[in-house]
């Protein structure tokens, strides 16, 4: 069995689990904490950066990117294709976007609310910074507002068929909503129609089941009609 070097609310992480969850690949699941860069962690991966995936080698496949396109590569169900598009120029839009989740998006939005709502607990004495809160949801609604321009024109976030775009963003979207940062009575209704239909999903189900200890997720984070 395959397994992956996880933390929970990690957003990569969580891509990878969906892919493996929609081709029915069972993960064996090993939680860490990366801001704590513990030793065994630095042994594999110097730069205490996740996932890691193991397949049945013993040696790790790191990172988002070598991780996509290992699941991708091992466990791709031939009967029912991937999630890349099969025209070049959809797989260049899909990839477009899996960028602006995965680089932007994180880079904007969820890193930081990642380090202040959770990192600083294992840090003694810290405390959130509202000001860094503040600017993090600020910029979370620009890309909203992004993706729902995208959604008002198209069935799912890169064209008309579901692709891994939508994975990477719904991974995001599903840890800002464990945290409590998208209020979706204020979500216009084809952003919340997509992630509606992202969440039903089966491959959703391992995600909504996380818990994180000491911290609860937010009220409807797993109802599917919010």
């Known amino acids: 069995m395959p397994s992956l070097v996880h933390y929970p ?26 801001w704590l860069r ?9 730069a205490a950066t996740l996932p890691i ?9 790191v990172g988002i990117m070598a991780s996509i396109h290992a699941v991708e590569d091992f466990y791709t169900p031939a009967s029912v294709g991937g999630l890349f598009p099969a025209d070049p120029m959809d797989r260049a839009e899909m990839w477009r976007l899996v960028e602006w989740a995965l680089v932007k ?19 003694r ?8 809160l503040r600017a993090a949801k600020t ?5 909203l507002l992004y993706f729902n321009w995208l959604l008002a024109s198209r069935n799912w976030l890169a064209g008309e068929e579901m692709s891994l775009a939508d994975f990477a963003l719904a991974a995001h979207f599903s ?7 998208i209020d979706w009575s204020k979500v216009p209704p084809e952003t919340r129609d997509w992630y509606s239909r ?5 491959a959703f189900r391992t995600l909504l089941n996380d818990r994180v200890v000491a911290m609860q997720p937010a009220r409807g984070y797993a109802d599917l009609d919010f």
């Not at 995936?53 to 496949?61: K, V």
């Not at 840890?175 to 940062?181: I, P, W």
């Open 198 to 202: 992202i969440k039903s999903r089966p």
């Open 38 to 46: 513990e030793e065994a962690l630095l042994a594999i991966n110097p």
């Open 175 to 181: 840890t800002l909503d464990y945290l409590g940062d």
């Open 53 to 61: 995936l193991f397949t049945d080698s013993d040696l790790p496949i």
């Open 125 to 132: 004495g810290a405390t959130p910074e509202p000001s860094v």
């Open 139 to 143: 910029n979370l609604a620009e890309h």
């Open 9 to 34: 609310l990690d957003p990569s992480s969580r891509l990878v689990r969906l892919m493996c969850a929609e081709y029915g690949v069972p993960l064996d699941l090993e939680e860490t904490k990366p």
């Open 105 to 123: 998006l994180n880079d904007e939005v969820t890193r930081y609310l990642i380090e202040e709502k959770i990192a600083k607990r294992d840090q």
